[in-house]
């Protein structure tokens, strides 16, 4: 009778330390991060993220943070095993990130950063700042007519422009095909440079370079990963490119009216804690934006372009 007594007893103790066990671990949260690329503009963005949603739940969350290295069809196999985890929430960090975790959930829901435009990621048609179901976040489009007005207080004299971007980056399309309206307005002649992948970059550089006075580039996350191969082509011909955020600025241009991507990321931590902590519906979350656009300029290429920057801008720090 004894035995059988303290038997039951470790029985019980086992299943209510088991009991324990699992009542912590589902006051946890496991958050799956799907960065397309690593480059210092995305970077920021996860890191924000992370740092905003760690202070508002503490040792709460964990983070599986993956990088697709730049490839489409990694971000649908890290998104895949995310589901396949069911972890509580997904980070999208850029366009394919995103396009990839609305096609592989409905159900967990999604936050998106470092996207331009939702409605022409998603094919949303009228889109009108809410994507509702599982899908919200936070977009930085800097405010593409102030980008044209800076060209054309540093390039007034400048008489055409070329708008270099990945074509297989929807969002770029959208910001190149935006701009060109702008910037025509104000008299200049626009034409497209667009090249397909990294591989055609240096060639369709190298012709754009040849052909225009000024280069602009949007946010694009290909021309961010691979800065160092327009600068080196641009600079010594003597073209000046005007960027749409300050990490592509940095590596290869000469100014920008641009974000802070860490901040970005920052909005986007206290969306997700909303939404885990709080009980938030994400499908009436509308997407955010980033409330503060700074001029900025890289010193060092105005210098070797005898560019003379005008009072309000910052220098990047370098």
């Given at each position: 009778?004894?035995?059988?007594?303290?038997?039951?007893?470790?029985?019980?103790?086992?299943?209510?330390?088991?009991?324990?066990?699992?009542?912590?671990?589902?006051?946890?949260?496991?958050?799956?991060?799907?960065?397309?690329?690593?480059?210092?503009?995305?970077?920021?963005?996860?890191?924000?993220?992370?740092?905003?949603?760690?202070?508002?739940?503490?040792?709460?969350?964990?983070?599986?943070?993956?990088n697709a290295q730049g490839d489409s069809n990694t971000c649908s196999t890290i998104?895949?095993?995310?589901?396949?985890?069911?972890?509580?929430?997904?980070?999208?960090?850029?366009?394919?990130?995103?396009q990839a975790a609305a096609a592989g959930t409905n159900e967990i829901p999604i936050l998106g950063t470092s996207v331009t435009e939702y409605g022409v990621a998603l094919e949303i048609e009228g889109f009108t700042g809410t994507v509702g179901g599982n899908?919200?976040?936070?977009?930085?489009?800097?405010?593409?007519?102030?980008?044209?007005?800076m060209l054309q207080e540093l390039f007034p004299d400048a008489k055409t422009v070329g708008l270099l971007y990945c074509s297989a980056e929807a969002n770029s399309q959208y910001q190149v095909d935006t701009i060109k309206t702008y910037l025509e307005e104000k008299g200049y002649a626009c034409e497209y440079y667009a090249f397909s992948d990294s591989n055609d970059l240096s060639s369709v550089v190298t012709t754009a370079a040849g052909?225009?006075?000024?280069?602009?580039?949007?946010?694009?996350?290909?021309?961010?990963?691979?800065?160092?191969?327009?600068?080196?082509?641009?600079?010594?011909?003597?073209?000046?490119?005007?960027?749409?955020?300050?990490?592509?600025?940095?590596?290869?241009?000469?100014?920008?009216?641009?974000?802070?991507?860490?901040d970005l990321g920052v909005a986007t931590g206290k969306m997700a804690a909303k939404i885990l902590a709080e009980g938030g519906d994400i499908s009436t979350m509308p997407i955010e934006y980033a409330p503060n656009f700074t001029k900025k300029y890289n010193a060092a290429n105005c210098e070797a372009l005898g560019i003379t920057i005008p009072d309000g801008y910052t220098a990047i720090a370098q």
């Open positions: 009778m004894k035995k059988r007594l303290l038997t039951t007893l470790l029985t019980l103790a086992m299943v209510g330390s088991l009991t324990a066990c699992g009542g912590a671990a589902s006051d946890g949260y496991n958050v799956g991060i799907c960065q397309l690329v690593q480059h210092e503009a995305l970077d920021a963005a996860t890191q924000g993220f992370k740092d905003a949603l760690t202070e508002e739940l503490g040792d709460k969350v964990t983070f599986d943070e993956q998104i895949n095993s995310f589901v396949s985890n069911d972890v509580d929430l997904i980070l999208a960090n850029a366009t394919p990130a995103l899908i919200s976040g936070t977009s930085d489009l800097a405010p593409l007519d102030g980008q044209a007005d052909a225009v006075d000024v280069i602009y580039v949007p946010t694009d996350n290909t021309v961010a990963s691979n800065t160092e191969i327009i600068n080196n082509i641009c600079l010594p011909a003597g073209v000046p490119v005007v960027a749409g955020e300050e990490g592509i600025c940095a590596g290869c241009g000469v100014a920008t009216l641009s974000i802070s991507y860490y």
